[in-house]
């Protein structure tokens, strides 16, 4: 059974950074992509980024330029470094691998 476990969120002031993680179990990860998503109040789930399991990455245009995503494949976890978070960015953060979905962290970006 997998299990997708996020950590790392909390507040933060404009242009600020945070760094999310997820810890992943119940199989071998480093063969299939994993990626990051957004769910913004009264919005619907969004694509923030993914990792595929040769390292190769895409961003949202929102994330482009700013945002990171990495794996550790030896430890199972997925990161996303975000740099200069904007209000609009507010959101919970889930990750996804195959078709499980982590229960979230909430990233409140407030001065």
């Known amino acids: 059974q997998v299990q997708l476990v996020e950590s790392g969120g909390g507040l933060v002031q404009p242009g600020g950074s945070l760094r999310l993680s997820c810890a992943a179990s119940g199989r071998t990860f480093s063969d299939v992509n994993m990626g990051w998503y957004r769910q913004a109040p009264g919005k619907g789930r969004e694509f923030v980024a993914i990792i595929g399991y040769l390292g190769t990455t895409l961003y949202s245009d929102s994330a482009e330029g700013r945002f990171t995503i990495s794996r550790d494949n030896a430890t199972n976890t997925l990161y996303l470094q975000m740099n200069n978070l904007k209000p609009e960015e507010t959101a919970i953060y889930y990750c996804?691998?195959?078709?499980?979905w982590g229960q979230g962290t909430q990233v409140t970006v407030s001065s």
């Open positions: 996804k691998i195959l078709q499980n």
